[in-house]
């Protein structure tokens, strides 16, 4: 059983940049097939794909954030990170990583993230 914990500071501060890890366990991020992604909730709103890192090392990200957005990964921990440029109250969220291989699709517990002065 994959599991996925996500992790960084609960409040930032706007202009600055938001830093999220999700640490893996029970899988390899570079097991073949794996993808795995960064998905926010704001709040009273739908999930948001913010994009997503392939067990090769591709990435591919939303298009609306990518100018702000960088997803990189440490293989070494097994973990995947997300840093968010910029940020602005309307970057408030609860931010997720996910990982699908084949048919199966797992999910971290989420993280609170807001941005406030």
């Known amino acids: 059983q994959v599991q996925l914990q996500e992790s960084g500071p609960g409040l930032v501060k706007p202009s600055q940049t938001l830093s999220l890890t999700c640490t893996v366990s029970?899988?390899?991020?570079?097991?073949?097939?794996?993808?795995w992604s960064w998905i926010r909730q704001p709040p009273g709103k739908g999930l948001e794909w913010m994009g997503v890192?392939?067990?090769?090392?591709?990435?591919s990200y939303n298009p609306s954030l990518k100018s702000r957005t960088s997803i990189f990964r440490d293989t070494s921990k097994n973990q995947l990170s997300l840093q968010l440029s910029s940020v602005t109250p309307e970057d408030t969220a609860v931010y997720l990583c996910n990982a699908v291989r084949l048919f199966y699709k797992f999910w971290g517990q989420g993280t609170q993230v807001t941005v406030s002065s």
């Open positions: 890192i392939a067990y090769d090392g591709r990435i």
């Open positions: 029970g899988g390899s991020i570079t097991t073949t097939y794996s993808a």
